[in-house]
């Protein structure tokens, strides 16, 4: 078998490595000929991809940004981004455009699966009249599936292998071919229906997870003012052995999915007169989060009698979530940003971020982030780092993640 992957990032790359772990020959397609470059040297700039396991699959995978190397392989999955536009809508941009280039170079009989997130009615409706302007027709001369990507960057006791595969085929051969596929990397696949339900599936997955934030967000600003310790209730909360699932307050959602997958539903939504107001109002809550945060850090600084404006803040942790590189919608900007607009100095630290180019910072050694650092702003948890011995080093911390023991000096969120 021969697969082709379309989009090497943090969905695409670990699935090329994976089929070809598997002795499958992978042709990987990206736009971006650099990326490419670096793949084919054996650089990896995902980190659940080590250089090692590229170094491994490279043999069996093949970068390239030419799609006509598509047309000889037996499906191929794709796996480009599907962001929002500014005015906050569904940009199916790199979707259509990849779907244009992939019907030019279809062969009767292939399989194609659409990978990346998106409304019901995407792959039936969008990407496969795409598909079919070279006159095959879907379902009929060529095999198209929707599997939504599970994949939690950074995690790894679940992986592509032992993590559930939803796959949800145009009709039911296209799903037996999709599942005979994914049988390959995935140990478990799970076949609904159409792919509507598979597309669905995964944004009920993050729409569940969005608005659990965003409650326990809700709850930190109350207790915030109720004077009540809200990890304190979370933790005994979560001592409850049945219906009840633990979720974290924090700076804001940041990353490719949870601040963006929901919209998509809620734009789609609308289209059949039904406003989706637990995903709007989980939104707006979960925008609020950096401006609370700052609030917050204003006033504890105000508590030792310094304003913001002229202090020195220390972030500790700038990725959306701990062990990534990724700051895509990570909350740190904006905290970052409204510190600025307040005067302050920010420098950060976080060993995965090397640099914030955007906003002209580079990350520091701990030891220099928190020299003369008025207070200490933990927004990622970083693995490994020292969180007990860090009241001792600065003036205040604020911990926006619960990770930091109490002590003297010490606010939590
Ligand atoms: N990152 C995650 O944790 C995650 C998890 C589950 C699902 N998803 C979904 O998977 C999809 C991809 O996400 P990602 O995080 O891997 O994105 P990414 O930005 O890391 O990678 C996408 C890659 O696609 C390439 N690309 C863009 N347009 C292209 C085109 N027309 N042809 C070929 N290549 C193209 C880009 O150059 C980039 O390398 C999105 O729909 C996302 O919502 C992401």
Known sequence: MRVGIVGLGYVGLPLAV??????????????????????AAGRSHVEDVPAEALAAALPRLHPTTDYARLRDTDAVLICVPTPLSANREPDLGPLLACAQELGGVLAAGQ???????????????RVAPLLERGGLRAGVDFHLAFSPERVDPGRTDFTLANTPKVVGGLTEACGDRAEEVYRTVCSSVIRVGTPEAAEL???????????????????ALLTD????????????ASTKPYGFMRFEPGPGMGGHCLPVDPFYLAWRAREFDMPLEFIELAGKLNQQMPYHCVAKLQRTLNEQGRAVRGARIALLGVSYKPGVADVRESPALKIIALLRELGAEVVYHDPLVGELAAHGLRSLAAEEALA?????????ALPGFDYAGLAARVPRVLDLRGVVPPAAGVVRL
Do not use: Q
């Open 18 to 39: 994976a089929f070809a772990a598997a002795d499958v020959d992978v042709v990987a397609v990206d736009l971006d000929a650099r990326l490419i470059d670096a793949i």
């Open 111 to 125: 399989l194609v699966v659409l990978e990346s997130t998106s409304y019901p009615g995407t792959t039936r409706e």
């Open 201 to 219: 599936t995964k944004l009920l997955e993050n729409i569940f997870r969005a608005v659990n934030i965003a409650l326990v967000n809700e709850l």
């Open 225 to 236: 003012r109720m004077g009540i310790d809200i990890w304190e209730v979370i933790d005994a």
């Open 372 to 380: 003369g650092a008025d207070l200490a702003l933990v927004v990622t």
